[in-house]
C-alpha cells in the first residue's frame, strides 16, 4: 500500500530540516565577513552528519554571494542551512536579510545571563562542534533563562559543571587582565567571532588563555561577554542575579569591540 501523506506535497520538513546543519554569516558593505571560515565550518558540520553535499564549497560560496547580490542589501545576514533528504544528500537553502543586532541600549548596558537545567549534548552524543540544525535544546534553554527573568542563557557542558556557551554565541571573560575562554574539547562551538577576538586580544597584548570556567570563575569575572556573529561583543552585566564587576560593560570588553571593527574594515578593504 502507498503511503497516504495529508498534505499529499508535504515529506516532513521541519523533521528534515533538523537533521541538517546550518551557517549564520555577516554581510558588511555588501561582503560576506570570514566566508571561508563559514564554509569550512559548515563542510565540517556536514562530515560529521554524513551528509552528502553536492556542491564544493566554492560553488556554494558563488551561490551565496549571487543571492547576496540580488538582495542589493549592504549590511545584512546571509543563513543557509543544508536540508537532506532520506538519501542524506543536502541541498542549500539560502535567506538574506537585514541585519537585527543587538540594540544600542543592549550594549550600553549589558545583559542579564542564567545557567540553565537544560545542557547541551556530551560530545559523544551529538559534537556541539558542530552546527547542527536541531535547535530544541536552545529553545528550552532560552526559554528558562527568561523565566528566571535573565535576556539568555548560558549552558553548562553534557557531564560536568563546566560553562560551555550560550545558546548561540560563545563566552569570554577578563580576569587580572588575561582573555580567558573555554576549550572546544567540552562541547561547543568554535565560534568564528571568538577567533577574530583571539586575533584582536593578540594584537593588543592581551593575554589569552582557554581553560574551562565555573560559575564560581564567571561570577567574579571582571568582565563576562557573548561573542557570535549577530552580537560581536556583547557585555554580561549580571549572571544568575550576581552582578559582574562594576554591573557596566568593561573598558577590555570595549578595547576588543574597537579591535573587531578595525579588524572587519581591513578585511573589507582587502589589507590582510
Ligand atoms: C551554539 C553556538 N555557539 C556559538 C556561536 C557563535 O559562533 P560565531 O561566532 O561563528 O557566530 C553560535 C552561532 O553562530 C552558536 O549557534
Redesign the pocket.
Known amino acids: 500500500m502507498p503511503s497516504l501523506r495529508e498534505p499529499s506535497h508535504w515529506s516532513m520538513p521541519t523533521l528534515e530540516t533538523a537533521s541538517g546543519c546550518f551557517e549564520?554569516m555577516r554581510v558588511y558593505e555588501g561582503q560576506i565577513f570570514r566566508l571561508h571560515a563559514h564554509l569550512g565550518r559548515l563542510y565540517a558540520s556536514a562530515t560529521y552528519l554524513n551528509l552528502h553535499m553536492p556542491l564544493t564549497p566554492r560553488q556554494l560560496g558563488q551561490r551565496l554571494n549571487a543571492v547576496l547580490a540580488r538582495s542589493a542589501l549592504q549590511e545584512a545576514v546571509v543563513r543557509v542551512a543544508m536540508i537532506p533528504n532520506a538519501q542524506r544528500i543536502a541541498h542549500p537553502s539560502i535567506v538574506v536579510q537585514p541585519v537585527s543586532m543587538p540594540t544600542a541600549q543592549m550594549y550600553r548596558r549589558g545583559i542579564h545571563v542564567s545557567v540553565v537545567p537544560t545542557r547541551r549534548f556530551p560530545i559523544g552524543q551529538i559534537d556541539?562542534q558542530a552546527?547542527f540544525s536541531a535547535r530544541l535544546g536552545s529553545v528550552q534553554a532560552v526559554m528558562e533563562a527568561q523565566l528566571r527573568g535573565a535576556d539568555e542563557a548560558l549552558f553548562l557542558d553534557g557531564l560536568g559543571g563546566y560553562v560551555t556557551?550560550?545558546?548561540?554565541?560563545?563566552l569570554g571573560m577578563i580576569k587580572d587582565g588575561v582573555f580567558l575562554a573555554p576549550p572546544c574539547w567540552l562541547g561547543?562551538?568554535a565560534?568564528?567571532?571568538?577567533q577574530v577576538l583571539w586575533e584582536a586580544a593578540r594584537q593588543l597584548r592581551l593575554p589569552t588563555q582557554e581553560v574551562p570556567l565555573t560559575r564560581h570563575d564567571l561570577y567574579n569575572g571582571d568582565e563576562v561577554f557573548l561573542?557570535?556573529?549577530l552580537k560581536e561583543i556583547l557585555a554580561v552585566t549580571q549572571i544568575d542575579g550576581r552582578v559582574i564587576g562594576t554591573g557596566k560593560p568593561g573598558p577590555q570588553t570595549q578595547r576588543l569591540h574597537r579591535a573587531f571593527r578595525a579588524i572587519v574594515r581591513r578585511e573589507l578593504h582587502g589589507h590582510h
Do not use: F, V
Open positions: 549564520t556541539p552546527k556557551e550560550s545558546t548561540a554565541s560563545n561547543l562551538l565560534g568564528i567571532t571568538w561573542t557570535s556573529t
